[in-house]
């Protein structure tokens, strides 16, 4: 018999359960009767809380998202624009891209899944923006369209992680050392500098492990 929780609870046991389905099977294998199964509870009892499939992959993306982008958004106010950039366009741990570029080829298939990517596109972009801003502010880069360098820089990071991740084309070093050449020189930064200002965040906290 299922350990009795209160909703809010339960709520978040079934979205950390259908996360870890996803690193483990990828959002198109996931069910609903998989993650009764992974919760121990009955398949009603998904329902209840999530009527489709759709629904439920999209809400456990939002929330591994939203979780990750709280910690992120903390630790680039907390650092000096320069080294706030070198977090940002640092390579991020495997487990993570493998849930975004995952949702990226199910999102054609999943409405739900589609509306919450592009809506952390967008404020991952905002608050990538914010950041180059606060570069310009100091004088230390150059920027006419801080949105425009923004969506540029996270397409290039993407296509990164996809070649180092998913493909194995390149290492971690090479990914970061393009990002970085690439930022520098697109911003007029001192070539050098972010590698330079790099920090050193614990970067393994990627919410499928819950």
Do not use: C, K
């Not at 939002?62 to 106010?77: C, G, P, R």
């Not at 493998?98 to 949702?103: L, S």
């Not at 180059?132 to 540029?152: C, N, Q, W």
């Amino acid at each position: 018999m299922a350990t009795r929780l209160d909703p809010a609870e339960r709520r978040e046991q079934i979205i950390a359960a259908t996360l870890r389905l996803v690193a483990r099977d990828g959002f198109a294998r996931v069910t609903l009767r998989d993650v009764a199964a992974e919760v121990g509870v009955v398949h009603g009892l998904i329902r209840h809380y999530f009527a489709t499939r759709e629904q439920l992959v999209a809400a456990a993306f939002d929330a591994a998202v939203l979780a990750e982008a709280a910690e992120d958004e903390e630790l680039a106010t907390r650092l000096e624009p320069i080294p706030a950039l070198a977090d940002w366009l640092s390579t991020t741990p495997r487990d993570h891209y493998f849930v975004w570029i995952d949702a990226w080829s199910e999102a054609p298939r999943n409405p739900e899944l589609h509306a919450s990517l592009t809506r952390h596109h967008r404020e991952s972009d905002a608050r990538l923006a914010g950041i180059i801003r606060r570069i310009v502010a100091a004088g230390d880069g150059t920027s006419s369209d801080p949105e425009a360098d923004a969506r540029t820089l996270t397409a290039l990071i993407d296509g990164l992680a996809v070649q180092h991740h998913a493909l194995g084309l390149i290492d971690e070093a090479e990914a970061d050392r393009i990002a970085f050449r690439t930022a520098e020189a697109r911003l007029g930064l001192e070539a050098g500098v972010l590698v330079r200002s790099r920090a050193t965040p614990d970067r393994s906290r990627w919410a499928v492990t819950h």
